[in-house]
């Protein structure tokens, strides 16, 4: 479904991504885990065309999506999910959904969608009329996703959904991810620890330095120390 | 009613009707730079050039309709509009640094349409005729229809703006990308597009104010300059990107304007509007209504 094959993604100088591959079938749930400033999210804007990469080849159901405009990308179905949320502050719950759904594949699907992003998340139905700003972190944080939702996504690119919330809360946003994805929808994730979703990630990518370090299942994570110890948290 | 309470009430009536003649122009530069971060320089001179197609037009048709000669001229800018941001802005914005260079460009584009306004049409200054004409009287003070007019004119484009930026896609989409760039360009809006479209919006704005302008004032080669500095104060003291901050700040300063020009001599007039300003931003940094 989506295919990423050797590439490489610079700033200025600085080479952030070094020569990844990662191949994503339809219906998986793959994490690239990895510290801090490693080129994760580097990886998921280059992945989803908001960063260009210098070469490589990027093919989503079998076309090259390097260098068509974010928006063309999004009608494709590959939504990215930013860490920083980038939510539209002044604008109501409501609001932010309706323009999740933009591109014209999803807007003939609004309702629906709508419909499935509030059963997931009833806390957003009961705020649809509060404005973005006045969200707690796990409201905003459901919110950014449930926004991509709304865009019709066919694998959504999520980066560290559990950045700065309580544990508690990064329990139930990993386990709302784990129900999106037994709905169909392929998940591609970025997360420093995982150890409260282990049992739901299929896939597993450790990435240090630009690199992808270690490739496998949970089992074969496991059973390599270097991921266990310093990733998994056990 | 002592005479000079009936003057300064005399005067803020002026001073509103004087503010309302620039809301608008200061709507049309602050909804561009909210929503796309350009400051365009050459906003005083589009302001200018949509007065001048508007007076040919008058001039050259004999017995021409006004409003036909509007609803001919603002498509025009609207497609002027559009393609300067196509040809001089957006290959720009593709680069680092782009703002200070769309700064540089559309100063370059200003020096050229005001130079090309004194080559077609010469450096005597043109008046256009207003709208609409006459006074009435309510409670012993003098209203002049025009301003009024042209207040009403201006009151219905801000709700029409409104409802556009809160109820049509295109308009949510404008102020999602005023609100978070980076946001929309992920929920799918093509955002390239939506520049184009809110340069071309703003130029329009700054045209039917050319038209208020040159009926109120006059029209020359090197006027939209004037203009451009109101506008930029208007803008700053409202709160870069309020519409609603442009529209009380247009008031506020009009009135300010009656009353120095009352009291001490028009031109007086700019010194004190940045004098307001100054005051403000020291109270509140980022003007009456900015959140940014």
Request: contains cysteine; glycine residues 12%; charged residues 15%.
């Amino acid at each position: 479904m989506l295919e990423v094959i050797n590439i490489n993604t610079y700033y200025g100088d600085f080479k952030a991504i070094d020569n990844v591959s990662i191949k994503i079938n339809e219906g998986d749930f793959i994490t690239v885990i990895g510290p801090n400033g490693h080129g994760k999210s580097t990886l998921l804007k280059t992945i989803c065309g908001l960063i260009y990469p210098k070469n490589g080849i990027i093919r989503l159901d079998n076309t090259k999506i390097v260098g068509l405009p974010p928006h063309k990308i999004v009608e494709m179905g590959l939504v990215y999910v930013p860490e920083g949320r980038n939510l539209f502050p002044e604008m109501t719950v409501m609001e932010n959904l309706i323009l999740g759904a933009y591109n014209k594949n999803a807007r003939k699907k609004e309702s629906k969608s709508l419909e499935f992003v509030f059963n997931l998340f009833p806390r957003l139905s009961e705020r649809k009329k509060q404005l973005a700003s006045t969200l707690s972190g796990g409201e905003a944080r459901m919110l950014a996703i449930g926004r991509g939702l709304m865009s019709n996504a066919k694998i959504l690119a999520i980066d560290e959904p559990s950045l700065g919330l309580a544990p508690n809360l990064r329990a139930e946003v990993f386990n709302k991810i784990g129900q999106i994805n037994e709905a169909g929808i392929t998940i591609l994730m970025v997360e420093q620890t995982i150890v409260e979703a282990i049992h739901l990630i299929r896939r597993f990518y450790l990435m240090e330095d630009g690199k992808i370090v270690f490739e496998g299942t949970e089992k074969e994570a496991l059973a390599s120390e270097h991921v266990k110890q310093a990733f998994l948290g056990i | 009613m002592s005479g000079w309470l009936r003057s300064l009430i005399e005067v803020v009536i002026g001073g509103i009707e004087a503010g309302g003649i620039y809301i608008l122009m200061a709507v049309g530069l602050s909804l561009l730079y909210g929503v796309t971060k350009i400051f365009n320089y050459s906003y005083g001179s589009l302001l200018t050039i949509g007065g001048y197609f508007t007076w040919i037009i008058i001039s050259m048709v004999a017995g021409i309709n006004y409003g036909i000669a509007i609803i001919i001229v603002l498509p025009i800018m609207f497609f002027i509009g559009l393609g300067i941001e196509r040809v001089i802005v957006f290959p720009l914005r593709r680069r680092t640094n782009w703002e200070i260079n769309v700064v540089i460009a559309t100063l370059g584009l200003a020096l050229v349409i005001n130079s090309l306004i004194l080559i077609v049409f010469g450096p005597l200054i043109k008046t256009l005729p207003p709208i609409i004409e006459g006074n009435i009287k309510v409670g012993g003070f003098v209203f002049s229809i025009y301003r009024l007019t042209v207040l009403g004119i201006t009151i219905i484009i801000m709700i029409i703006l409104r409802l556009f930026l809160t109820k049509t896609k295109i308009g949510m989409a404008m102020r999602a990308v005023s609100q978070d760039s980076l946001g929309a360009q992920i929920v799918g809006i093509p955002i390239n597009r939506l520049f184009s479209y809110t340069f071309a919006i703003s130029t329009v704005l700054a045209a039917i104010s050319g038209i208020f302008l040159g009926s109120t004032y006059f029209l020359a080669p090197e006027g939209g300059w004037l203009f451009f500095v109101r506008a930029f104060i208007i803008v700053a003291l409202g709160g870069i990107g309020s519409l609603g901050g442009a529209f009380i700040a247009a008031l506020i300063l009009g009135i300010v304007e009656g009353f120095v020009s009352w009291q001490f001599g028009a031109i007086w007039v700019m010194p004190a509007w940045f004098l307001v300003l100054m005051i403000i931003l020291i109270i509140r940094p980022k003007g009456l209504f900015g959140v940014r």
